[in-house]
């Protein structure tokens, strides 16, 4: 248990492999993320980020490896949320309603899901807006409802399957300053996957760079310019995007410590 009386919730991976039938995906990947800190995976389109994360979550069983998530000692798996890359909101459901679901399934009494709504509709700068239906929202609002609705719980464990992608530079920007500060007041332990360097920078405390078939980790990175929008015109912020854009395109072999 942390200071805070949250539960303890890292992520230790260990050789872990899968595959589908043609050969393995991801292959003899481990990695160790520290409870509530935060890592962003990038990686070229089908390299298996997605894949990974479906293993973090237990959504998908291993050909071979580990994966641990929570106290272990404990055997405390912690609670997991997932915000997939298409929102995965009711359209039948208004946003009040699509925020309270996770809360009723709990079974938490109607008052305090309102209460709780209520505030998570005020941190996301949406209040107002819960009467209305996802299709009545812009693609920024239904993606600040998915991450709402990923956070109403505490999860201990947050994993977003490239988020953002369908939005606009500027939503973009303001949703990634979002997750930031929501996870800054929460502190969940996160796992980000993007194909967006300047996001993965900006939201990974650590950032692992995934390529090639099957999928290696190429290149694990301590990022001093985590969470800091003022590092951007820095050079330490393109010393640090210059090795990223290597390790991608594979000229540059940097792999994990674990
Ligand atoms: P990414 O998220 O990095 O784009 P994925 O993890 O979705 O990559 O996919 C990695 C590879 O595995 C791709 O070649 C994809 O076609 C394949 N794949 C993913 N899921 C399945 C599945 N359920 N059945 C067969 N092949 C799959
Ligand atoms: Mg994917």
Request: proline letters at 6%; a negative charge; hydrophobic letters at 35%.
């Amino acid at each position: 248990m942390s200071n805070d009386g949250r539960r303890d919730a890292g992520i230790a991976v260990r050789d872990l492999s899968k595959g589908y039938g043609e050969g393995p995906v991801l292959d003899g990947l481990s990695f160790d993320l520290p409870d509530g800190e935060t890592l962003s995976v990038i990686g070229p389109s089908g390299c298996g980020k997605s894949t990974l994360l479906y293993l973090l979550a237990g959504l998908d069983k291993p050909d071979r490896g580990t994966v641990r998530t929570g106290d272990v000692g404990r055997r405390d798996k912690g609670r997991i949320s997932f915000i997939l890359q298409d929102y995965g909101l009711f359209p039948w459901k208004t946003v009040r309603e699509n925020l309270a679901l996770p809360l009723e399934l709990q079974g938490l009494s109607s008052e305090r899901r309102r209460e709780a709504v209520a505030g998570m509709l005020d941190e996301l700068g949406l209040a107002g807006l819960d009467e209305r239906y996802p299709a009545q929202l812009s693609g920024g609002q239904r993606q600040r409802i998915a991450i709402g609705r990923a956070l109403i719980t505490d999860p201990d464990i947050l994993l977003m399957d490239e988020p953002f992608s369908s939005l606009d530079a500027l939503t973009r920007e303001h949703l990634q300053t979002t997750v930031l500060s929501l996870w800054q007041r929460r502190r969940p332990t996160c796992v980000l996957v993007t194909h967006n360097v300047p996001e993965a920078v900006f939201l990974g405390k650590h950032v692992m760079v995934m390529n090639g078939r099957p999928a290696r980790n190429v290149m694990w990175l301590e990022n001093p310019c985590f969470g800091d929008a003022e590092a951007r015109g820095e050079d330490r912020y393109f010393a640090l995007t210059k090795r990223v854009y290597a390790a991608l395109s594979g000229t540059e072999d940097c792999p994990c410590p674990h």
